[in-house]
């Protein structure tokens, strides 16, 4: 058996308190390593508190087509989302204090509108043309159905109100000629001249 020399053995000693440092090192470093993931981890789910402010957001495609905007257009905030061509299919905005929902077809013109206008709600259906052909709106608590014709003049309504659900036929002036519906609980029936105010004809 070798006898270590004093010297020997001092310096096999300081290797092995090195060796067990560095054992107890590297057991330190992966713990840290493992909490250090486990925090980013952690932190990446948590919602962050940073306010991020700017005056308009543009999220793009992969083929960098700009696909969702958010700005300010004249001072009024708006959000638009647009095809994988680059036509704004919807806008979402607010207009003079008013909400505003606007989607437009392949060919960029408005063909729906839903707005709110001094608390009287508003659907606008348009043909290809940007022409307005239907319309439903709220309005002082009267409820109104409308249909135009190509030219967007009025030919159809049907409304209801307190005591009254009548059905009006418009000509292509926009002056009423017939009408029919209920009134005051009777039901009634009426012609009108070409002013559309004169009645010729009524029942009862």
């Known amino acids: 058996m070798t006898q270590k020399t004093p010297d020997l053995q001092a310096l096999v000693g300081r290797l092995e308190k090195v060796e067990r440092q560095n054992q107890s090192l590297r057991r330190v470093v992966t713990a840290m390593t493992v909490l250090g993931a486990t925090v980013f981890v952690i932190g990446a789910a948590q919602p962050k508190s940073r306010t991020v402010e700017a ?3 543009i999220l793009r495609d992969v083929r960098g087509k700009t696909r969702a905007e958010m700005s300010m257009i004249m ?4 959000l638009r989302l647009f095809d994988a061509n680059g036509k704004s299919r919807l806008q979402l905005a607010v207009i003079q204090e008013q909400p505003d929902l606007t989607l437009y077809d392949a060919n960029g013109k408005k063909r729906v509108g839903l707005t709110v206008i001094a608390g009287d709600s508003h659907l606008f259906l348009n043909d290809g043309n940007e022409k307005l052909r239907v319309a439903l709106s709220v309005v002082t608590n009267v409820a109104q159905f409308a249909l135009h ?5 009025l030919r159809i309504t049907l409304a209801t109100a307190e005591r009254q659900s009548p059905i009006a036929i418009f000509d292509g002036k926009e002056n009423r000629r017939v009408m029919l519906g ?3 609980g009777q039901p009634a029936f009426f012609f009108f001249e070409a002013d559309g105010e004169t009645p010729v004809y009524s029942i009862p």
């Open 55 to 57: 005056e308009a957001f």
């Open 182 to 184: 209920v009134f005051e």
């Open 75 to 78: 001072g009024e905030p708006s």
């Open 149 to 153: 014709d190509a030219n967007e003049k």
